[in-house]
């Protein structure tokens, strides 16, 4: 069974840091682009960062450009998002996600997604 399993999330003050883990068990995801999402409540899942399957390849939404950054580390599966000067809009749930096709960049489709977690940025 395939598993994409976030970690990391909790509350935070504005201009603190946290660091997000996606760890995928059941298969390697080291052939595919990663990604990840968020989604604030009363709103839609939206685009934060991806991240080509080499590692060489990132896109950032432009909402977080300069504060967060995207990184894997194939050898253990998985998927890290540091978040620094957090500000209060981006609290939300944030999603790990898998595309589906190997060696793909840009993505073409995100096929496997995680269950999230909880980023709470108090101001």
């Known amino acids: 069974q395939v598993q994409l399993v976030e970690s990391g999330g909790g509350l935070v003050q504005a201009g603190g840091s946290l660091r997000l883990s996606c760890a995928a068990s059941?298969?390697?995801?080291?052939?595919?682009?990663m990604g990840w999402f968020r989604q604030a409540p009363g709103k839609e899942r939206e685009f934060v960062a991806a991240?080509?399957?080499?590692?060489?390849?990132?896109r950032y939404a432009d909402s977080v450009k300069g504060r967060f950054t995207i990184s894997r580390d194939n050898a253990k599966n998985t998927v890290y998002l540091q978040m620094n000067n957090l500000k209060p809009e981006d609290t939300a749930v944030y999603y790990c996600?898998?595309?589906?096709?190997?060696?793909?960049?840009?993505?073409?489709?995100?096929?496997?997604w995680g269950q999230g977690t909880q980023v709470t940025v108090s101001s």
């Open positions: 996600a898998a595309d589906g096709t190997q060696y793909g960049w840009p993505p073409r489709g995100w096929h496997y």
């Open positions: 991240i080509s399957w080499s590692g060489l390849g990132t």
């Open positions: 059941g298969r390697t995801f080291s052939s595919n682009a």
